[in-house]
């Protein structure tokens, strides 16, 4: 059974402090590993699509990373809008992404 | 990336009604999805939903219950039917984007008394 974990579940920072989100995932069929980000009462919005082990993509403050069996977020000198829940998925077969519970993530001025 | 509008953004229902949820895509798409988040938890996949086709349900999720309607290719609403206050959850409908993942609209917040 596809099964996606985050850790951890909440962190709070300081701001400028830098720090990474993990998602750990299975590795039968994998197609894609999404990154989100979730705000308050809105949908997730697209952050990064890693497919395979070695990959990296950067955005901002943010970079993802993906082995065989991991994903890491990792997050450079925070500020406080990047304050958020972050969401890992996992894309199998039938283009079916499977969720992770998320990391609520803090960033404190 | 795919714009996705979502109708009504949050509505506050009784228990045994039936709400229906509008999906609208500004470009055309093959196939279309419907999650569940319900409180504090992460997305859950309803069912996906081909135009011209029978929706394709998750385990755990019955047409009788969430009936999906797909007449063409931008538009799709799923209904959730003989509510109890267990559906008091947010859905949230998605598309595949072209490259940039799948796309997800701003969400339906249903509260069910």
């Known amino acids: 059974e596809d099964q996606v974990t985050q850790s951890p579940e909440a962190l709070r920072l300081q701001e400028g402090e830098s720090s990474s989100l993990n998602c750990s995932y299975t590795?039968?069929?994998?197609?894609?590993l999404f990154w989100y980000r979730q705000d308050p009462g809105k949908g997730p919005e697209f952050l990064f699509t890693l497919y395979s082990a070695g990959e990296e993509k950067e955005k901002e403050r943010l970079k993802a990373t993906l082995t065989k069996k991991e994903s890491f977020l990792h997050i450079t000198a925070p500020k406080p809008e990047d304050s958020a829940t972050y969401l890992c998925?996992?894309?199998?077969?039938?283009?079916?992404?499977?969720f992770g519970e998320g990391t609520q993530l803090t960033v404190n001025p | 990336s795919a714009v996705i509008s979502q109708k009504p953004s949050r509505d506050i229902c009784q228990r045994g009604t039936s709400l229906t949820i509008q999906c609208q895509v500004d470009?055309?798409?093959?196939?279309m999805f419907w999650y569940r988040q319900q409180p504090g938890q992460s997305l859950t996949l309803i069912a996906t939903?081909?135009?011209?086709?029978?929706?394709?349900?998750e385990s755990g999720f019955v047409i009788d219950k969430f009936p999906i309607s797909r007449p063409n290719l931008t538009f799709s609403t799923l209904t959730v039917s003989n509510m109890s206050p267990e559906d008091s959850s947010i859905y949230l409908c998605?598309?595949?984007?072209?490259?940039?993942?799948?796309?997800f609209g701003s969400g339906t917040r249903l509260t069910v008394v």
């Open positions: 590795v039968s069929g994998l197609r894609g």
């Open positions: 998605s598309v595949a984007g072209q490259g940039r993942g799948y796309t």
């Open positions: 998925a996992e894309e199998t077969s039938g283009s079916r992404l499977t």
């Open positions: 470009s055309q798409v093959t196939m």
């Open positions: 939903a081909n135009q011209g086709s029978e929706a394709t349900y």
